[in-house]
């Protein structure tokens, strides 16, 4: 491939997330014949921990993207602070109650339930969004069930799991048919939704902004729905139980065709 790699490797304490992390050095290790190699010292590396290569950002504004807002299956709006009281207001006068959620990444998130005002639920974390220009998301509360994590690259479905934190790639493949209904919790009953949620899946890589994310669904009632984006950085990301050999080789391929 004419060069080498580094990947850093996570400190954590956390099994899953080390086995998730070890999994897809290791798929990458060999599908670039040995060229990514364990990253030493404290330099940056290009994979894993501060990885500055195939990163997007920090936050990806999968609010503004058209793909995800036709496409989330429910009533969906953003707002900055000062606004936000008013916008649930109007939630809950259609008999909504409301998740709100801050634009900055696994930053804030909250319910505010029809009875109860943002001042309720917000409290002191009002100072941190007062003068923030990131929007807060206010959204329909809904009960998605059956979630999955799809990768994407290049807009294309690179691979997919079930999103439960008790999965890993060594799950890899989850048996047809066993899906979870919420996040680490295990619901065997056979169910058949998950080829409409391929389907839209690949339908929103098609439409979406960004050519790369990690986009996450689950079923409202009997129709498939977009959760939310994240970006997808090689390394520091959830796995599951998804194929990370496929998603090593599709990382590979985009980075030599796009540099």
């Not at 930053?107 to 943002?118: I, R």
Request: net charge negative.
């Amino acid at each position: 491939m004419g060069r080498e790699w580094t990947y850093r490797l996570r400190d954590t304490n956390d099994p899953e997330e080390r086995l998730e992390d070890a999994a897809l050095f290791k798929a990458l290790y060999d599908a670039s014949d040995g060229m990514v190699k364990p990253a030493t010292g404290n330099s940056e590396a290009d994979f894993g921990v501060r990885g500055n290569r195939f990163r997007h950002s920090f936050s990806l504004a999968y609010w503004n993207d058209r793909a995800f807002l036709r496409h989330c299956g429910r009533r969906f709006e953003t707002t900055l602070f000062d606004g936000l009281q008013g916008r649930v207001e109007s939630f809950h006068a259609l008999g909504h109650d409301v998740y709100i959620k801050s634009g900055f990444d696994k930053f804030f998130n909250a319910v505010v339930n029809q009875g109860e005002s943002v001042a309720d639920v917000v409290g002191d974390m009002a100072y941190s969004f007062i003068d923030s220009p990131v929007p807060l998301m206010v959204q329909e509360l809904v009960d998605f069930t059956f979630e999955h994590r799809f990768f994407v690259i290049g807009r294309e479905v690179v691979t997919w799991s079930p999103a439960a934190y008790t999965l890993t790639p060594i799950d890899y493949p989850v048996p047809h048919g066993v899906a979870w209904r919420k996040q680490a919790d295990m619901n065997s009953e056979p169910w058949n939704g998950l080829d409409a949620m391929v389907a839209l899946a690949r339908q929103i890589a098609k439409e979406m902004e960004t050519d790369s994310a990690v986009i996450d669904l689950g079923m409202i009632g009997d129709t498939p729905a977009c959760v939310e984006f994240n970006p997808f950085h090689a390394g520091q990301v959830g796995l599951f139980a998804c194929d990370v050999r496929a998603l090593a080789t599709a990382v590979l391929a985009s980075l030599m065709e796009n540099g």
